[in-house]
């Protein structure tokens, strides 16, 4: 009995796991932070369905914007929609600011034969602004951007396009893709990604190396906590997301590396929240506009366990439609 209850548990279990918003496999192995921002996940929702006219507007300004762009006509030849064919953008780093350590991967639906042809025409229009080379039996677009900096991208299938600052790195991502005994992330950015599914519309995972990368330049001692009790130091992990359904809810996570260090960021988190949600109430009976603000404070929980600290909130497709109505409309 105890065999079979635990046989459906697995089964239910494996029937409702999602995968991670971006695979480990995909990503450098000096990956400490990675951001995903997921178009499919928004506009196959409820919310998005229930907002064709808003669609259309976002689909018009994309357009518009891409219109300006000289890619739009290599765009259109190779028979790719924003809309229709863009999923999911990754950006991932090692933390730092330096563009040599960033790393992009595009998911999406992609007509390969069409984009390599385009590639081709487009090297051939465009001088050295772009060249078509081989690693294997990859295609390679080397795409010079500025004088001396050259950005390698190549589609590793019909659903996924990555992009690296050196030919190595490059390679190194299609022998994982295909299988290869490579290096892979880290244990702790792995762990985190774990966190986060193909249906979020943003989903951030920074590992705590990546944080103290990140803050090292931060204005007025943000790196050291300032007087909250606790720095970039103390801390092991962080998360946000956002998921998009027929409402918006949003959820931000941080490890820290002693139970101290999450109480310190717990309490000081809720003192915050207390303020604020005093200023907006405030503000929201001086001015109705800022209802929908308060509301939304009024949503924000932060709970602590062990190690970990979590932000939750809310916004209710009512409260999306009365924001919405405040913006200027084209």
Do not use: C, W
């Not at 290869?180 to 943003?202: D, E, I, Y």
């Amino acid at each position: 009995m105890r065999l079979r209850t635990l046989a459906s548990t697995l089964l239910v279990l494996a029937l409702t796991a999602r995968a991670p918003a971006i695979d480990p496999k995909y990503l450098p192995p000096h990956t400490e932070a990675a951001i995903t921002v997921n178009l499919k996940a928004v506009l196959d929702s409820e919310l998005a369905k229930n907002k064709k006219d808003l669609v259309q507007q976002l689909r018009t300004m994309i357009l518009d914007k891409l219109a300006e762009s000289p890619a739009k006509p290599y765009l259109d030849k190779a028979g790719f929609d924003v809309m229709r064919d863009l999923h999911a953008v990754t950006i991932a780093t090692d933390g730092s600011k330096e563009e040599d350590a960033l790393f992009i991967a595009v998911e999406g639906n992609f007509n390969p034969d069409k984009i390599v042809s385009t590639a081709r025409d487009a090297a051939g229009n465009e001088g050295d602004a772009i060249k078509v080379t081989q690693v294997g039996k990859a295609t390679v677009f080397e795409i010079k951007k500025g004088e001396n900096k050259t950005i390698y991208a190549s589609l590793v299938s019909d659903s996924l396009l990555i992009a690296a600052p050196t030919r190595e790195g490059l390679s190194a991502t299609i022998n994982r893709v295909n299988g290869g005994k490579v290096a892979n992330v880290s244990p702790a950015l792995r762990s985190l990604l774990g966190t986060t599914n193909s249906k979020q519309a943003l989903s951030v995972v920074a590992t705590g190396e990546g944080i103290s990368k990140g803050m090292q330049n931060a204005p007025g001692g943000l790196a050291k906590g300032g007087n909250l009790g606790f720095s970039a130091q103390d801390l092991d992990g962080f998360t946000l997301s956002v998921t998009v359904t027929r409402d918006i809810t949003f959820q931000l996570g941080i490890t820290t590396k002693d139970e101290d260090s999450a109480k310190k960021m717990a309490a000081a988190a809720n003192f915050g929240l207390l303020t604020v949600r005093g200023m907006i109430a405030q503000k929201a009976q001086e001015d109705a506009k800022a209802q929908p603000v308060a509301d939304i404070a009024n949503t924000l929980r932060v709970t602590n366990q062990g190690l970990n600290v979590m932000v939750r909130g809310e916004v209710t497709q009512e409260n999306f439609d009365r924001i919405l109505a405040l913006i200027p409309r084209r």
